[in-house]
T-cell receptor, first 114, second 111 residues
Framework: KAGVTQTPRYLIKTRGQQVTLSCSPI?????VSWYQQTPGQGLQFLFE???????NKGNFPGRFSGRQFSNSRSEMNVSTLELGDSALYLC?????????????FGPGTRLTVL | AQSVSQHNHHVILSEAASLELGCNYS??????LFWYVQYPGQHLQLLLK??????LVKGIKGFEAEFIKSKFSFNLRKPSVQWSDTAEYFC?????????FGKGTRLHILP
């Protein structure tokens, strides 16, 4: 069974631009979560989607948004990029929401903002 | 605010040494606890988890962790580490609908 895939793997943008990252969950998984990983802050939860609905949101500004499609694929968008948005963005999928469902992580998208 | 603290940011051990990585959390309600590992160049993967029952949980690759409710702790242990355990280890707590990760501990095992 294929794992979680994320595209692109690497991205370089400049301040003020916007970016869209994509995540394809494991087949059959309907829940997708997004995390931002930085050396200083570690992993921080961005949001969780299940059945095309956002279930939870972390403490990030409104510039960070996401959505989930009917096939469970998810995208996250960051508008008006800032230098501090440089990070590894991780996507994790699970069969469903809730702690009983193990999350499987993708390789991440490395975003560099210049 | 809920938080997860991993006390050691960087640990260096020799092979066959015993390992204990500390994790403390702040949340007064019911929690689910996790340890994840990220080997160099690989994805984050689940080592072990605690939901309820026996507070001593065993995970993959000989790791175990003990949940001590009174201390709000969930320390990770391994009696004898191997060079292949070199990785970054993350403690995570699910409190309500949110999951909070610690900042990670980089473990380096000397051959």
């Amino acid at each position: 069974k294929a794992g979680v895939t994320q595209t692109p793997r690497y991205l370089i943008k400049t301040r003020g631009q916007q970016v869209t990252l994509s995540c394809s969950p494991i087949s059959g998984h309907r829940s997708v979560s997004w995390y931002q990983q930085t050396p200083g802050q570690g992993l921080q939860f961005l949001f969780e989607y299940f059945s095309e609905t956002q279930r939870n949101k972390g403490n990030f500004p409104g510039r960070f948004s996401g959505r989930q499609f009917s096939n469970s694929r998810s995208e996250m968008n960051v508008s008006t990029l800032e230098l501090g948005d440089s990070a590894l963005y991780l996507c994790a999928s699970s069969l469903g929401p809730g702690p009983g469902n193990e999350q499987f992580f993708g390789p991440g998208t490395r975003l560099t903002v210049l | 605010a809920q938080s997860v603290s991993q006390h050691n940011h960087h640990v260096i051990l020799s092979e066959a040494a015993s390992l204990e990585l500390g994790c403390n959390y702040s949340y007064g309600g019911t929690v689910n606890l996790f340890w994840y590992v990220q080997y160099p160049g690989q994805h984050l993967q689940l080592l072990l988890k605690y939901f309820s029952g026996d507070p001593l949980v065993k995970g993959i690759k000989g790791f175990e962790a003990e949940f001590i409710k009174s201390k709000f702790s969930f320390n990770l242990r391994k009696p004898s580490v191997q060079w292949s355990d070199t990785a970054e280890y993350f403690c995570a707590v699910r409190a309500g609908d949110k999951i909070i990760f610690g900042k990670g501990t980089r473990l380096h095992i000397l051959p």
